[in-house]
């Protein structure tokens, strides 16, 4: 699900999104989501320590990401090596720092210039200062995913992402970035929704639901 130029979106009237406080005002967010047969507690416990770079794209992405390092190993006669594990702790390896956590919640950000080659390196900015952040030139992606209660024992796990930019021609340089980007970072999103789905379930809940499961 993709939306243009919101404002912050709201579950309920006292319970603001973490990303409403650090890109309230977006260009884009997309939204997906996926009901598991298990409880908040053993859920969130799956997304926050599971190996991501067991899902094939995302051990490709890093695998290319670490080839420079690799091949410098393979030029000094050392073995390369393997990429460790990745987890959502991890996400300031591929530039992403942590903007804020809570129970069942966590939200990273990342701003830069990744249209541009040799200039996809983060900007290292404070994560105090992310919201207020708008120098010229630059974009701002903001990164979530939550766990809620739906139901008696079902979790409803829902990630999304916006993007911003600081200015108009940005706004359309990154626009033809995303439309290249964008399908390949949604589908490591409903990757990781799967695993964990799969991950959590037990077999009899997983025949229960039957074919793929509730997916959005």
């Known amino acids: 699900m993709t939306s243009m ?4 979106l709201v579950t309920s009237a006292d319970e603001p999104l973490l990303l409403d406080s650090y890109l309230g005002e977006y260009d884009v967010a997309e939204v997906h989501a996926c009901i598991v047969n298990g409880d908040v507690t053993t859920t969130w416990e799956e997304i926050r320590n599971a190996d991501l770079s067991s899902i094939p794209v995302v051990h490709l992405l890093l695998v290319l990401r670490s080839l420079p390092g ?10 390369a090596p393997a990429p460790p594990p990745f987890s959502l702790g991890d996400m300031p390896r591929v530039g992403f720092q942590l903007l804020g956590e809570r129970p069942a ?13 040799g200039a996809e390196q983060p900007l290292a900015i404070g994560r105090d200062d992310f919201a207020a952040f708008s120098d010229p030139g630059y974009a701002k992606v903001a990164f979530s995913i939550r766990a809620k209660p739906y139901g008696t024992h079902r979790t409803l796990i829902t990630t999304e992402t916006r993007t911003a930019t600081t200015d108009a021609a940005r706004r359309r340089r990154f626009a033809a970035y995303w439309k290249l980007i964008g399908p390949f970072s949604a589908l490591i999103r409903r990757l990781i929704l799967r695993q964990v789905t799969s991950h959590v379930e037990t077999p009899t809940a997983t025949t229960r639901r039957g074919g793929d499961g509730e997916w959005s």
């Open 5 to 8: 130029r919101q404002g912050p």
């Open 70 to 79: 690799r091949l410098r190993a393979i030029n000094s006669g050392q073995a």
């Open 105 to 117: 919640e966590i939200a990273f950000g990342f701003v830069g210039k990744p249209w541009k080659v």
